[in-house]
């Protein structure tokens, strides 16, 4: 026989809450994964030059740490404050190559643009931190794709390609001479 009591009530609340902080724990980052799939899927492909970075901080774990040309533009960055929230304003140039053109603390009502965040401003320069400044890979492929990238930053021959959609941005691939960097760590996918 059930009863109704004060400690019955407050047993099913405790198991209760237990229950939804579980379910909250699968679902936020199942959404999170769900969200960067969908940008990758159905966003807009931007390919964007990297630059050469210091050989000894390439790497943190599982992943390289890309420095990208574009990062840097030509605006007035006086008034920005470090970690403040942005829109970069994108341009395609005629060697197919993406490039920031500016940034706007207000979102664009038309055009290109990701959310990203001020890493540093200055007179008429405005570095960003962006989105996709990381390239994740298997813990074995790190040393190989380390010497790659250092070998191709210093010929200017990387880049990578990454997804927009709804003002988001997704890192897709990081090519090496032409070819995603997976195909050449010895002949597997790196990812």
Do not use: C
């Not at 960067?36 to 390919?47: C, F």
């Not at 197919?96 to 990203?116: K, N």
């Not at 931190?129 to 994740?136: I, M, W």
């Amino acid at each position: 026989m059930m009863t109704n009591t004060p400690e019955h009530r407050f047993k099913w609340w405790k198991v209760a809450s237990l229950i939804a902080v579980g379910l909250a724990q699968f679902a936020v980052p199942g959404y999170m994964i769900r969200h960067q799939e969908g940008i990758l899927h159905d966003g807009k492909e931007y390919k964007f030059k990297t630059a050469p970075v210091d050989p000894y901080d390439m790497f943190r774990g599982r992943y390289v740490r890309l420095n990208l040309d574009s990062a840097r533009i030509k605006q007035d960055g006086r008034g920005y404050q470090r970690g403040e929230t942005v829109y970069a304003l994108l341009a395609t140039a005629p060697d197919g190559f993406t490039r920031i053109v500016g940034a706007s603390r207000t979102r664009p009502h038309d055009g290109e643009y990701f959310a990203a965040r001020v890493r540093y401003g200055w007179q008429q320069e405005l570095t960003l931190e962006l989105p996709f400044d990381r390239y994740y890979l298997k813990e074995n492929h790190a040393p190989e794709a380390e010497k790659l990238y250092r070998m191709s930053t210093q010929r200017k021959s990387a880049w990578i390609t990454v997804r927009i959609k709804d003002g988001e941005a997704a890192l897709d691939e990081l090519y090496i001479d032409g070819k995603p960097v997976g195909q050449q760590l010895n002949g597997s996918s790196g990812k």
